[in-house]
């Protein structure tokens, strides 16, 4: 069964990943690096090559449509299957929003993959944080829960009053 599970993982590894129709930000793009926004709870990669819904799927559509506008003829030639592998040189978490660096080539990604390695390209975070409370929840306190406070204070002097005779 390892035998076999190796040979469809080897086997899969050949499998294009699966264009994303949905739009992707691009925040800067050379002939090596492609630099994205990420939005929150959309994965890295997909679940599986054969699925879409993921930074690197999108990538993938992006980079087709490139290579279709730079040359249209070239592109039909091949049957209108090019195979851009984009990969994602370091992580973010499903549920994190922010600037996701791939590499276009295996070269550049094996090159930007060792920069954040050793630690000579800095990933930086900020954190957004919000406290939202229904307004009358915030401003009013309840008679009763007044109530149940006073009552847990009056049985803690009590009880310390008993602790204090002893």
Known sequence: LATVTRMVRHELRDVPLQPDHTPLDVVFEDAHILAVAKPANVMTYPAH???GNSVVSRAVHH???EAFRKNPKAFAARG???APDPTATHRLDRGTSGVLLLAKDKKS???LQAEFETR???KTYLAVCAILEEEDDASE???ETRDNRETIDDDDDADAA???DD
């Open 49 to 51: 090559r054969l699925r």
């Open 63 to 65: 980079m087709n449509m």
């Open 80 to 82: 209108a299957v090019v």
């Open 109 to 111: 990604a094996g090159a």
């Open 120 to 122: 000579r390209a800095r």
């Open 141 to 143: 306190v309840s008679s």
């Open 162 to 164: 008993a602790d204090a």
